[in-house]
């Protein structure tokens, strides 16, 4: 017996030389499948594709599949917000923090806010009349 293991063994036997048909066909229709979804579409989705067209692969399979062809899901960034380092006072202060109105109708307040929900943002913006502390729209 040699003192060979036998994963060098395997290692320094040669390969394979002829070329595997069935992953070149599978990677021509991934090539093909990736640029009509314009360069979007990951390994989960041409899986899905090619699973309509009846093939029976796995995920890890098409992975490496797109590995080889250098293919990178394009994925839009989302918008970067900015905020506003001063706060501008354009309108003047009438209220002068007297919140404690005698009739409803003379004095409202309102705010606006920005709520992250259904994975964009929206806008909340309430009117607050101050004597009835109820919302107006």
């Known amino acids: ?19 595997d048909v069935e992953r070149l066909r599978l990677r021509s229709r991934v090539s093909e499948l990736f640029p009509q979804s314009r360069s979007s579409a990951g390994s989960r989705r041409i899986l899905s594709l090619m699973r309509e067209d009846g ?39 009438t209220l002068n923090r007297e919140f404690d109105v005698p009739a409803p109708n003379q004095a409202w307040c309102g705010d606006i806010t920005n709520i ?11 009117v607050l009349d101050l004597c009835t502390r109820r919302i107006v729209c």
Request: glycine share 2%; net charge positive; aromatic share 10%.
């Open 55 to 93: 093939e029976q692969l796995g995920r890890f399979k098409v992975r490496s599949l797109m590995r080889e062809l250098d293919l990178v899901s394009k994925q839009p960034v989302s918008h970067a917000y900015k905020r506003a380092a001063v706060e501008k006072l354009d309108i003047p202060n």
């Open 116 to 126: 992250w929900a259904q994975g964009k943002w929206h806008y909340l913006a309430v």
């Open 1 to 19: 017996m040699s003192d060979v293991t036998r994963s060098c063994y395997y290692a320094q036997r040669p390969r394979r030389r002829t070329p």
